[in-house]
């Protein structure tokens, strides 16, 4: 059973989402309840696999490599999932997601150019049981790029 957030878990994830390294103390303030209930609702949002504090990189830093999206088609729909699950094991890939519309799988990975892209699409992306084909771009220049734009919406 998935649990709803409550008002109190999603005001703790929205703080988190701007800074991991806040303390439980200073959330506790701007919430009005003790540190220990935000120390537990984020022990238990972590446990039920609601939240994972991690560190995200800038990719605004990055001056030599590029955003590669990576749109792929697999040779049947019913393949689709199956395809899907085998790209995840691609630790180069930081997104895999079945999409609805033009392509049935959108990856996505960092590469150095166009050159490093096409290899890493030849060699381990063509490569996997049940892709038809794929067609990519290359992301250059990033007006936005917010982050959390993966947070819980539940």
């Given at each position: 059973?998935?649990?709803?957030?409550?008002?109190?878990?999603?005001?703790?994830?929205?703080?988190?989402?701007?800074?991991?390294?806040?303390?439980?103390?200073?959330?506790?303030?701007?919430?009005?309840v003790t540190e220990g209930t935000?120390?537990?609702?984020?022990?238990?949002?972590?446990?039920?696999?609601?939240?994972?504090?991690?560190?995200?990189?800038?990719?605004?830093?990055?001056?030599?490599?590029?955003?590669?999206?990576?749109?792929?088609?697999?040779?049947?729909?019913?393949?689709?999932?199956?395809?899907?699950?085998?790209?995840?094991g691609i630790t180069e890939l930081?997104?895999?997601?079945?999409?609805?519309?033009?392509?049935?799988?959108?990856?996505?990975?960092?590469?150095?150019?166009?050159?490093?892209?096409?290899?890493?699409?030849?060699?381990?992306?063509?490569?996997?049981?049940?892709?038809?084909?794929?067609?990519?771009?290359?992301?250059?220049?990033?007006?936005?790029?917010?982050?959390?734009?993966?947070?819980?919406?539940?």
């Open positions: 059973m998935r649990r709803k957030l409550d008002q109190a878990d999603r005001a703790i994830v929205e703080r988190l989402s701007r800074d991991a390294r806040v303390s439980n103390r200073e959330i506790a303030e701007q919430l009005g935000v120390r537990g609702r984020i022990k238990r949002m972590e446990e039920e696999k609601l939240i994972r504090l991690t560190a995200v990189t800038n990719i605004d830093r990055f001056k030599d490599a590029a955003l590669a999206y990576i749109w792929i088609e697999v040779e049947r729909s019913g393949q689709t999932r199956a395809v899907a699950a085998r790209l995840a930081g997104f895999v997601g079945v999409m609805l519309g033009r392509a049935d799988i959108l990856a996505i990975t960092m590469v150095r150019n166009a050159e490093h892209l096409a290899e890493f699409i030849h060699q381990r992306i063509s490569v996997v049981e049940g892709v038809r084909g794929t067609r990519s771009t290359l992301g250059v220049n990033f007006i936005k790029h917010d982050y959390r734009m993966a947070r819980i919406v539940s």
